[in-house]
């Protein structure tokens, strides 16, 4: 059946509620309004406002607010309406949430989800554009996922949701709308499991969320010049797949490692460093990277187009790392 | 509630009285322990704030819920903790409350409804929301508690979360203890109203100010909050004026207040004025120094205890992060 992302995450949300009782949902719009795209609309009609809470702004006090719920038991699914958002409460997520369970010695858990659109390319300039995922993987004690396709959203949602740790789940806001098809009835995909968008033998391209697609996009252009690209899509940063990692590797030996966030610090810098660290004999090359620019994400589109990769940027990387 | 507690009588002021001794000899022992470098870290004393905690707690049922706060050694043993295993916390052993991964500010008991302490200056007023919005969720008559102090109100997430629990009508109850420093800042620099708990007007639900050294006035002022809050009606704001003996830390020699301050702290002691209503009540001498002895024998077993246990296995640093996946989770 074909859907958009959306309304995969959306099912999974659903899914989820109608399956255990002690899911509910909060953030700001998610309820009369639905969220502003649309995401839980006519959640608030079947499940009532005790489970589909409009939180006021006030992303400090409703996201401590449900690692405080977490704590007792319930399993919130927070939604920050971006993930830029995070500035105003950090402290619950990175101090509380994270923390908790190894600072009580295991005596709590903190079931927790936190979703957030990210992402460029709506021109909605610097403080609701950026692609934070570097940041929560920076801290120990959180997950962090960050599907590309719709099938993948919904199975990794309901993974999340179902988890007994503080998960950020990130969506990204230009996928929302891509309709594809997903697998019929109820399904779940494991947290930590990446998967070969496109299997090849000459490059691995890993990267995650919208960028497979530009990397997919990237891999035909390639093609036709006897490049034979394979797309890891990580799916999951933390816990990372490491095998899948090394057996890609081990298969291609050379790597590009593609991401939309900031390159400085980047999860790309992490991975790119396990890679060397660990499998420098299995490397043709040093490992490249295509990431965002160390840049504010611009207003201007002909700006905000020049920051962050298109797939002619990875084309051009993949090259670059492969002396072509 | 404790037997007798309506009139709070010789019953419950034996029980008030030795949960403020537990407080009071257990931070002694942690300063004394600290101040000959047995304690790693850092500790923040509750010292002359015993009523407080007590007051409050006593006004609780097993089944209610606190969060504390940095300074929180008294909360958690008001709550019901124990002191072998927080003062085994405090030395970093196995055998404390959290393993050795907390400290001094991290003591939680589950099972006596303590979600923990908190390095965090108003870190768990939030959280403390979430548990009182669990027990509404859940449909449980138990109320949560969330302790901090006057400097605590100052930070935003107080607002956000006292709008939110007074909207929704959480069961909890914010109690303020306000010893009027932040570290070294005198909350009338920082602050430009008399009281803290005045502010309850501004979320249009009860708030009152009350002598946070008198045990019984805290225990009647958060009753009346959490009878409010248990029935439905939402959240109160108690303040209890406290004096805290020490400095911001143990060892801070706290220069930043006058000297009026402590005396005046102490002219006002918690213990010595619960002992005092209690002879009046006609309880003996020697029982109340039998009390005494009973607590200095329990604090000297928790410290050997503490002392004596072994220290975590370094192999096991990574152990409690993650519920499940946890190597994988921590070493990539």
Same mark, same amino acid.
């Given at each position: 059946m074909k859907t958009s992302i959306s309304k995969a995450i959306g099912q999974a949300l659903h899914e989820e509620m109608v399956r255990d009782e002690n899911v509910f949902i909060l953030g700001e719009d998610m309820g009369v309004m639905g969220n502003v795209f649309g995401i839980t609309r006519g959640f608030r009609d079947e499940f009532g406002a005790k489970r589909v809470i409009d939180t006021p702004i006030s992303e400090s006090g409703f996201t401590g607010i449900a690692v405080g719920a977490a704590m007792r038991g319930l399993r919130p699914v927070v939604e920050w309406m971006y993930d830029d958002f995070i500035t105003v409460c950090l402290d619950p997520v990175m101090n509380q949430a994270a923390k908790l369970r190894y600072m009580t010695g295991g005596q709590i858990t903190i079931p927790v989800v936190f979703r957030a659109p990210i992402g460029a390319g *709506? *021109?909605?300039?610097g403080q609701h554009s950026q692609c934070l995922e570097a940041l929560f993987t920076h801290i120990p004690g959180l997950k962090v996922v960050c599907p590309s396709t719709a099938a993948d959203a919904k199975g990794l949602l309901k993974a999340a949701i179902r988890d007994d740790d503080p998960v950020v789940f990130l969506e990204h806001k230009l996928l929302y709308a891509k309709q594809e098809e997903i697998p019929d009835g109820e399904y779940i995909i494991p947290l930590g499991k990446a998967d070969v968008k496109r299997p090849g033998k000459d490059v691995t391209i890993i990267t995650w969320s919208r960028q497979v697609y530009f990397a997919l996009e990237a891999a035909q252009t390639l093609a036709a010049e006897g490049i034979d690209a394979e797309v890891l899509d990580l799916r999951t940063l933390v816990p990372l797949d490491w095998d899948a990692v090394r057996e890609s590797v081990c298969k291609t030996h050379n790597v590009v490692i593609v991401e939309e966030g900031v390159k400085r610090g980047g999860v790309g810098a992490e991975l790119s460093a396990q890679i060397t660290e660990d499998l420098f004999d299995e490397l043709d090359a040093p490992v490249g990277r295509v990431a965002g620019m160390n840049v504010v994400s611009p207003f201007s589109p002909v700006l905000e187009d020049a920051e962050f990769p298109h797939p002619e940027d990875i084309v051009a990387g993949v090259k670059k790392t492969l002396g072509r | 509630m404790k037997k007798g507690a309506e009139k709070c009588d010789a019953q419950w002021y034996l029980e008030a009285y030795t949960r403020m001794v537990r407080i009071r000899d257990f931070e002694t022992k942690a300063a004394d322990c600290f101040t000959k470098s047995e304690l790693a870290g850092n500790i923040h004393l509750y010292m002359g704030e015993e009523a407080s905690g007590v007051g409050t707690c006593l006004a609780l049922k097993d089944t209610d819920y606190i969060t504390s706060t940095h300074r929180g050694h008294g909360h958690c043993i008001a709550k019901g903790a124990k002191t072998d295993k927080m003062m085994a916390e405090l030395f970093g052993k196995e055998t404390g409350y959290c393993k050795g991964r907390g400290g001094s500010m991290h003591i939680v008991d589950v099972q006596k409804g303590i979600l923990g302490a908190n390095g965090i200056v108003a870190g768990g007023i939030a959280l403390a929301a979430g548990s009182a919005m669990a027990s509404q969720y859940k449909g449980e008559d138990s109320v949560t508690v969330a302790f901090f102090g006057d400097a605590a109100s100052n930070q935003g997430v107080f607002h956000e979360t006292v709008n939110m629990a007074a909207t929704w009508k959480l069961p909890i109850v914010f109690l303020i203890e306000n010893n009027q420093y932040g570290v070294s800042t005198e909350i009338h620099r920082v602050t430009n109203t008399d009281t803290m708990a005045v502010r309850a007007q501004a979320y249009n639900i009860p708030g009152v100010t009350v002598d946070g050294t008198d045990v019984e006035v805290v225990y009647h002022a958060v009753s009346e909050a959490v009878a409010r809050a248990r029935k439905g009606d939402g959240p109160s704001i108690v303040e209890t004026m406290v004096y805290r003996y020490q400095g911001h830390y143990c060892g801070d020699p706290a220069v930043y207040r006058p000297k009026e301050y402590l005396a005046e702290g102490k002219s006002k002691d918690p213990i010595d004025k619960a002992k005092k209503k209690m002879l009046k009540m006609g309880i003996k001498e020697s029982e109340i120094d039998a009390i005494d002895a009973k607590i200095a024998q329990e604090i000297e077993g928790a410290y050997q205890f503490a002392k004596n246990s072994p220290d975590p296995d370094p192999a096991a640093v990574i152990d409690y992060m993650y519920s499940s996946d946890n190597e994988r989770s921590v070493l990539r």
């Amino acid at each position: 059946m074909k859907t958009s992302i959306s309304k995969a995450i959306g099912q999974a949300l659903h899914e989820e509620m109608v399956r255990d009782e002690n899911v509910f949902i909060l953030g700001e719009d998610m309820g009369v309004m639905g969220n502003v795209f649309g995401i839980t609309r006519g959640f608030r009609d079947e499940f009532g406002a005790k489970r589909v809470i409009d939180t006021p702004i006030s992303e400090s006090g409703f996201t401590g607010i449900a690692v405080g719920a977490a704590m007792r038991g319930l399993r919130p699914v927070v939604e920050w309406m971006y993930d830029d958002f995070i500035t105003v409460c950090l402290d619950p997520v990175m101090n509380q949430a994270a923390k908790l369970r190894y600072m009580t010695g295991g005596q709590i858990t903190i079931p927790v989800v936190f979703r957030a659109p990210i992402g460029a390319g *709506r *021109r909605n300039a610097g403080q609701h554009s950026q692609c934070l995922e570097a940041l929560f993987t920076h801290i120990p004690g959180l997950k962090v996922v960050c599907p590309s396709t719709a099938a993948d959203a919904k199975g990794l949602l309901k993974a999340a949701i179902r988890d007994d740790d503080p998960v950020v789940f990130l969506e990204h806001k230009l996928l929302y709308a891509k309709q594809e098809e997903i697998p019929d009835g109820e399904y779940i995909i494991p947290l930590g499991k990446a998967d070969v968008k496109r299997p090849g033998k000459d490059v691995t391209i890993i990267t995650w969320s919208r960028q497979v697609y530009f990397a997919l996009e990237a891999a035909q252009t390639l093609a036709a010049e006897g490049i034979d690209a394979e797309v890891l899509d990580l799916r999951t940063l933390v816990p990372l797949d490491w095998d899948a990692v090394r057996e890609s590797v081990c298969k291609t030996h050379n790597v590009v490692i593609v991401e939309e966030g900031v390159k400085r610090g980047g999860v790309g810098a992490e991975l790119s460093a396990q890679i060397t660290e660990d499998l420098f004999d299995e490397l043709d090359a040093p490992v490249g990277r295509v990431a965002g620019m160390n840049v504010v994400s611009p207003f201007s589109p002909v700006l905000e187009d020049a920051e962050f990769p298109h797939p002619e940027d990875i084309v051009a990387g993949v090259k670059k790392t492969l002396g072509r | 509630m404790k037997k007798g507690a309506e009139k709070c009588d010789a019953q419950w002021y034996l029980e008030a009285y030795t949960r403020m001794v537990r407080i009071r000899d257990f931070e002694t022992k942690a300063a004394d322990c600290f101040t000959k470098s047995e304690l790693a870290g850092n500790i923040h004393l509750y010292m002359g704030e015993e009523a407080s905690g007590v007051g409050t707690c006593l006004a609780l049922k097993d089944t209610d819920y606190i969060t504390s706060t940095h300074r929180g050694h008294g909360h958690c043993i008001a709550k019901g903790a124990k002191t072998d295993k927080m003062m085994a916390e405090l030395f970093g052993k196995e055998t404390g409350y959290c393993k050795g991964r907390g400290g001094s500010m991290h003591i939680v008991d589950v099972q006596k409804g303590i979600l923990g302490a908190n390095g965090i200056v108003a870190g768990g007023i939030a959280l403390a929301a979430g548990s009182a919005m669990a027990s509404q969720y859940k449909g449980e008559d138990s109320v949560t508690v969330a302790f901090f102090g006057d400097a605590a109100s100052n930070q935003g997430v107080f607002h956000e979360t006292v709008n939110m629990a007074a909207t929704w009508k959480l069961p909890i109850v914010f109690l303020i203890e306000n010893n009027q420093y932040g570290v070294s800042t005198e909350i009338h620099r920082v602050t430009n109203t008399d009281t803290m708990a005045v502010r309850a007007q501004a979320y249009n639900i009860p708030g009152v100010t009350v002598d946070g050294t008198d045990v019984e006035v805290v225990y009647h002022a958060v009753s009346e909050a959490v009878a409010r809050a248990r029935k439905g009606d939402g959240p109160s704001i108690v303040e209890t004026m406290v004096y805290r003996y020490q400095g911001h830390y143990c060892g801070d020699p706290a220069v930043y207040r006058p000297k009026e301050y402590l005396a005046e702290g102490k002219s006002k002691d918690p213990i010595d004025k619960a002992k005092k209503k209690m002879l009046k009540m006609g309880i003996k001498e020697s029982e109340i120094d039998a009390i005494d002895a009973k607590i200095a024998q329990e604090i000297e077993g928790a410290y050997q205890f503490a002392k004596n246990s072994p220290d975590p296995d370094p192999a096991a640093v990574i152990d409690y992060m993650y519920s499940s996946d946890n190597e994988r989770s921590v070493l990539r």
